[in-house]
């Protein structure tokens, strides 16, 4: 078979790498500054009728040559011919040891600007057949290196070699439950393969759904506890060629009704495919078709999935020490490009981040647009994140300056308006309303009327928890599950409320977890205001879905929240209900009813994250020493710096003092 060499990224410019994926030779044009790759546009492939097996650069006397392999080709028969897999070298690897550097400018029009010093000349593309014997030799070590680490593991430990260090993974307590196999076998099977590389798990996979929708998909968000449990368990190949696939999907165009969002923009999922060949029947090709939201139901952005990306990008070095992946140069520009969508200045008086309804995992119309609690944790973990990531030099200076303040100013701004409790809401309870000084205490000017009559008899006397959104005159005080478990693990709250939302939990156990854990919020919107915040959504009817349901996902948040506050006994407590009934009701996606006790409606079944937060919350438990990598302690740091100190005006008050006298208490 004479292969076809395609490439599945459709670069919209010259950002992502400091050279790009080559198709053929003409198509490089111009000098360095200036190359651009003539892709069809519309996500088309363009195509040549070559072998490619390297690209090959002269490379000047004060250089190295890189060293990286992330180009994807692949060309494959379609009934009993065998696969010839052709390979596509790029220049994007150790930025550090090379003469390569990346200027950022925040909230620039020209953010990313990359420069390869000392010129590169590009030589034509050597083309040459991978044969048989040299795949095969590729496969024999593949083999070695598996057994190696069966070998490890009967030793007592496991053993992953990634970058050339090993990782020592603990020896697992004891052996795995019944249902823990049947878990891994069904994870396993969820698993999606692309070039023959595992890249992701699908959202679900019940072999009786006729109708999957985007279930089929790979989802950055529903990921994560995969990717956790794969890392936890040894296994990091799958979660590494995620992040980097991903990222590559980062670059492609995304338009809707002819505009397009912002460069940095992460896909919610993507699909690998077999499409024919160039028409031809006998031949397909696999390629990645990612969805930014122009699919998606209401066409909303995914918010949240650079967010996660980042987050795990993180938890990728911590749990396997392969911290070269976070150095590549990249990667390194992926992150700033998620950061800068961010970090933009715009019309806002607040740094928490201005968002749509259903831009995050409430990916439904649920009144939830504004500043969700949700999207600013996520958004004070992924900062964090960066902090230890990026690496600092003189091109990352303003980015690392801004991601200081920021953190600084949404910390104290969660902490001291998104949280109540008993004290908190008699405060609001005799608020003055239309106050107008800089030393105003209702400083949104909330109606006292806000507050509902529910609240008032279920906030419990000890404990309390950061309301859903908070907008001028609107605090949303429904209690959401998912922004309050990552204000404990990433401490956006203080010690004090971290322990006090855990408490809460305790204290309504029945509403919050009741028959399977747990309730995504609290509680369901119905009737007049059901209509209008919904608008009337069949699928979020009170006590389901997104309005109210019970999402067992949620479960490994849970306990990795209750690991880091000491409260192992509530996790155990959670994941022994859980442990009874999601065999036997085969894994759905959430529940109904007020206390959980019917699958949902319309769940999925053999839903995929639901599976991986199970084992994740299991492993955890078993190993709260790595756990212990997955979350942040408070950074004092933070608190001594204050924007308001740049001030020279006079007339910014700062409350800072009142912040920092919490984290002690």
Avoid at 22 to 43: D, E, K, V
Avoid at 79 to 84: C, D, L, T, W, Y
Avoid at 312 to 339: F, M, N, P, W
Wanted: charged letters at 25%; one cysteine or more; proline letters at 5%.
């Amino acid at each position: 078979m004479k292969p076809c060499c395609r490439i599945l990224m459709a670069y919209k410019s010259f950002t992502n790498c400091a050279i790009q994926n080559p198709i053929c030779p003409h198509t490089l044009t111009g000098n360095l500054s200036n190359l651009r790759l003539n892709f069809i546009q519309n996500r088309k492939f363009h195509s040549c009728p070559c072998r490619l097996l390297a690209l090959r650069r002269e490379i000047g006397h004060t250089q190295k040559p890189f060293n990286s392999n992330w180009g994807h080709s692949r060309v494959c028969s379609k009934v009993g011919v065998r696969r010839s897999v052709p390979v596509i070298r790029c220049v994007a690897s150790d930025w550090k040891k090379y003469s390569t550097t990346i200027e950022t400018r925040v909230n620039d029009q020209n953010f990313e600007r990359i420069y390869v010093q000392g010129g590169v000349n590009l030589k034509p593309l050597v083309v040459e057949r991978i044969d048989e014997d040299t795949e095969s030799a590729g496969r024999e070590q593949g083999v070695d290196a598996g057994e190696n680490r069966r070998k490890a593991e009967n030793e007592g430990k496991k053993e992953e070699v990634l970058n050339g260090s090993k990782v020592k993974i603990p020896r697992r307590q004891r052996e795995e439950s019944e249902i823990e196999k049947e878990a891994w076998g069904l994870m396993e099977n969820a698993v999606v393969t692309y070039c023959n590389s595992p890249v992701g798990t699908v959202a679900a996979n019940d072999p009786n759904d006729k109708q999957p929708l985007n279930y089929d998909q790979v989802f950055i968000r529903d990921f994560v506890p995969s990717a956790l449990a794969f890392l936890m368990r040894g296994e990091g190949e799958i979660v590494k060629n995620f992040l980097l696939h991903t990222l590559q999907l980062q670059s492609w165009e995304k338009t809707v009704d002819c505009y397009s969002p912002g460069q940095g923009l992460m896909p919610a999922s993507f699909k690998a495919r077999t499409v024919p060949l160039d028409g031809n029947n006998e031949k397909v090709e696999e390629v990645l078709d990612p969805d930014f939201g122009e699919s998606a139901i209401g066409r909303v952005a995914p918010v949240d999935s650079g967010l996660w990306w980042i987050i795990l990008l993180r938890a990728y070095g911590k749990l396997t020490g392969d911290y070269a992946l976070q150095e590549r140069v990249d990667v390194q520009t992926g992150i700033r490009l998620i950061l800068n969508l961010c970090l933009t200045d715009g019309f806002d008086m607040f740094p928490s981040l201005l968002v749509t309804d259903g831009s995050c995992m409430i990916d439904r119309r649920m009144g939830i647009h504004g500043h969700p609690l949700e999207i600013q944790a996520l958004f004070y973990a992924a900062l964090r994140c960066a902090r230890e990531i990026l690496s600092v030099d003189d091109g990352s200076k303003n980015m690392v300056r801004a991601i200081n303040n920021r953190l600084s100013a949404l910390s104290f701004h969660i902490r001291e308006y998104y949280w109540v409790d008993m004290k908190k809401i008699n405060e609001i309870y005799r608020y003055k309303t239309e106050e107008y000084s800089m030393d105003a205490t209702n400083k949104f000017n909330i109606y006292p009327e806000q507050i509902p009559h529910w609240l008032m008899d279920w906030i419990p006397e000890k404990g309390g928890y950061m309301i859903g959104n908070l907008q001028p005159a609107h605090m949303d005080f429904r209690f959401f599950m998912l922004g309050n478990l990552w204000s404990i693990v990433s401490s956006l709250g203080t010690p004090k409320q971290n322990e006090a939302i855990l408490n809460l939990i305790e204290a309504k156990w029945d509403d919050l977890v009741g028959h399977m854990p747990l309730k995504i919020l609290y509680p369901a919107v119905e009737g007049e205001e059901w209509r209008i915040i919904t608008g009337s959504d069949p699928k979020n009817t009170p006590w389901s879905y997104h309005n109210g349901g019970s999402w067992p996902t949620l479960l490994w948040q849970f306990t990795l929240a209750c690991i880091k506050m000491g409260r192992s006994d509530l996790a155990e407590k959670a994941l022994a209900i859980a442990e009874k009934r999601l065999p036997v009701d085969r894994w759905p996606e959430y529940y109904d009813t007020r206390r959980g006790k019917f699958v949902g409606k319309q769940a999925r079944l053999y839903q995929t994250w639901t599976i991986a937060g199970f084992l994740t919350s299991k492993m955890m438990l078993e190993n709260p020493e790595m756990a212990s990598l997955l979350y942040w302690d408070e950074d004092y740091e933070l608190l001594e710096i204050c924007v308001c100190a740049l001030s020279k005006t006079g007339r910014k008050k700062c409350s800072r003092g009142a912040a920092r006298s919490q984290i002690l208490v």
